[in-house]
């Protein structure tokens, strides 16, 4: 089935909140992006194009630092947006967004739609809700980091992605652009899933396909109440 902007943006749970009137304002201004896989959406201090909502496909967004090493901030899939803080904030793009596959996106260009939050204020307050989700998204990956060892991380990350519909949970990135996410090194990362295999809590079928076996025991594991691996 052909993607549409009106099915990518009542998906994302940004817009959940906002009025029809509001929604409708949304759809009328979106374009709709198709980007192949290694393409740079935008880089590091470009403007703030608008806020992107992926359809299908995923997106890293990252940092690189002086001598070339690259921290994974976000790794975006569909129902999820990016570069929303800076359209709304109205600041330079604080980060580069690369498709880590082919995506599609629904592009909300800024110029409409700060306009359209200026004008309707039952648009902003309902997109305002939508990003108290997201903040307290961010706060969970915070506390992910300071809280939780490495194989309590990668838990809790493999719990928390979707599945396909044949069940198993799919990355949404290479390896090691999951890896720098979770701040671990790759090699950790690599360790850490090998022992989920080893201990049969996971299975992998591929390098991005996974098939959780013990969701009740990587929950353990994630609150820090499992055996060590």
Excluded at 58 to 87: C, D, I, N, Q, Y
Excluded at 106 to 123: F, Q, S, T
Aim: aromatic share 6%; net charge neutral.
């Amino acid at each position: 089935m052909r993607e549409n902007v009106v099915d990518i943006l009542n998906a994302c749970p940004l817009f959940a909140r906002v009025p029809p009137a509001g929604f409708a304002r949304l759809v009328a201004m979106a374009r709709l992006k198709r980007f192949e896989k290694g393409t740079i959406i935008f880089r590091h201090g470009d403007e703030c194009p608008g806020v992107f909502v992926v359809g299908s496909g995923s997106v890293r967004v990252f940092k690189a630092g002086s001598g070339g090493k690259e921290h994974v901030l976000h790794l975006v899939g569909p129902r999820e947006t990016f570069a929303e803080v800076a359209a709304i904030g109205n600041f330079a793009m604080p980060a580069t967004a690369e498709a880590v596959a082919e995506t599609t996106c629904v592009l909300l260009p800024l110029e409409p739609l700060r306009r359209a939050l200026h004008e309707e204020h039952a648009l902003c307050l309902g997109m305002m809700a939508g990003m108290a989700l997201w903040v307290r998204q961010l706060v969970g990956l915070l506390e992910d980091i300071v809280l939780r060892d490495a194989a309590g991380r990668l838990a809790r990350f493999l719990l928390d992605l979707p599945t396909n519909p044949q069940g198993y949970t799919v990355l949404p990135g290479l390896k090691r652009h999951v890896a720098s996410h979770l701040n671990l090194t790759s090699e950790t990362f690599s360790r850490i899933l090998r022992r989920l295999v080893d201990t049969h809590l996971v299975a992998e079928h591929d390098d991005a396909h996974f098939e959780l076996l013990d969701r009740n025991a990587l929950s353990q594991l994630a609150e820090g109440l499992y055996p060590r691996l």
